[in-house]
Structures are given as structure tokens and as C-alpha cells.
């Protein structure tokens, strides 16, 4: 063999170089293109599949999180209720009503509620002002304020048109009393011996916390 074909190589050597490569697992490095390479665009497909599986299984936890939070918000609420309620006790009853009316040592009838229908029944504000609420129910029973709370009781009005109330908020028991006066309640409130209420509804669910 000459020295040119020393150096010459045959070509079925290149084809169990390349058979090799595709058994070693590395036809994909070496780019000799064997069945069952990785293509890069088949990477790319899949990482873009899991990036998207990623991010609805993060928004799926984040809206549970905020349900969560507005559940717990709104137990925290329903407790909150509960608990006022349960600070603001008991109404005052009409024996307690009865008892107060006996300081006025009124020789009047005494009717318990309303003597007429739609007679009081509503929500009562000082004229100048349109504060310290005053709600009367068609049941007889009674709401004022107290310092910002709902005072609850009953209420009564004689036959001469004076109305006494007697409220409860949590075990402090407050009086109060009023002239009918046409349109207008006239009675005590703080320092002002005749302050006068209008009607400014005749719902009663429109009282303290309804400013």
C-alpha cells in the first residue's frame, strides 16, 4: 500500500463510528442525527406545558387563600355581632317601666305602647342638631343612646300625651321623658331642659347606627 493510501479511511468505518454513537446514547451531542434524539424544539414545548401547570396551580392557591381569609373575616364578623349583643344584656322590662313612671306620681292613664297606631312608632332626632336618636316600635318596646351604644327598653304615653321610656345597656338602666307636643317631642337631653325631636322616619328599624 503506498503512503497516500495508508491514510485513507473506509468508509463503513465511519458507519460503525456512527452506529457506536447512537448506541452510547450520544446521537443528540454529536449531531450524527439517530433515531431518538432530543429535538430542541420538543424541550421547549414541554417546559412551556410546565410552566403553565405552574401558574394555574398558583393561582388556584391563591384563590383559596382569599377564600379563606373572607371566611374568617366573615366568622370574626359574626362574632363581633355575638359579642355585642351579649355585652348590651337584657332590655329593660315594664316592671322596671312601671317603677320609673312612679316618680312622676301622674294620676294619668297609662297606655303601654302606642295610644294611637302610627301615633310615635319611628325614629325621633333633636331638631337643631338631627343627633341622639330615639326609635319607638309598634310593640312598645323602646331604643335610645348611650354614649354611641343602643339602649333597649319599653315605653309608655299617658292621656295627657307624656311619654316615659325606660332602656338598658348593659345592666345601666336610663329614664327618659317627653311632652307630645303636635309634631314635636319636648323633654331633658343633656344640658338643654327643652329639646325638641321630629320624626325624621317612620321605620323603627332606623335608629342608633343609622345616622
Not at 403553565?52 to 373572607?70: H, N
Request: charged share 25%.
Amino acid at each position: 500500500m503506498n503512503q497516500r493510501n495508508r491514510y485513507m479511511v473506509c468508509p463503513c468505518h465511519h458507519l460503525r463510528i456512527r452506529l457506536i454513537a447512537c448506541l452510547l446514547g450520544t446521537g443528540g451531542m454529536l449531531g450524527l442525527g439517530c433515531q431518538g434524539e432530543v429535538r430542541p424544539g420538543n424541550a421547549s414545548k414541554s417546559g412551556a406545558d410546565h410552566a403553565a401547570e405552574q401558574g394555574q396551580a398558583e393561582r388556584a392557591q391563591s384563590r383559596q387563600a382569599v377564600e379563606g381569609r373572607e371566611e374568617n373575616q366573615e366568622l370574626a364578623s359574626q362574632d363581633a355581632t355575638t359579642n355585642e349583643v351579649a355585652q348590651a344584656g337584657p332590655p329593660a322590662t315594664r316592671k322596671e317601666l312601671e317603677t320609673y313612671i312612679e316618680r312622676f306620681k301622674s294620676t294619668d292613664t297609662w297606655h303601654f305602647g302606642e295610644r294611637v297606631p302610627g301615633e310615635l312608632v319611628g325614629t325621633w332626632r333633636t331638631v337643631k342638631r338631627r343627633d341622639a336618636p330615639i326609635v319607638f316600635r309598634v310593640d312598645g318596646s323602646y331604643q335610645q343612646d348611650f354614649n354611641g351604644n343602643p339602649s333597649e327598653g319599653v315605653f309608655a304615653i299617658s292621656d295627657s300625651g307624656k311619654v316615659v321610656a325606660f332602656s338598658k345597656w348593659n345592666g345601666i338602666g336610663l329614664g327618659a321623658h317627653y311632652q307630645l307636643d303636635g309634631r314635636n317631642l319636648i323633654g331633658p337631653h343633656g344640658s338643654i331642659p327643652n329639646e325638641r325631636w321630629q320624626r325624621t322616619s317612620r321605620s323603627a328599624q332606623q335608629g342608633i347606627g343609622n345616622r
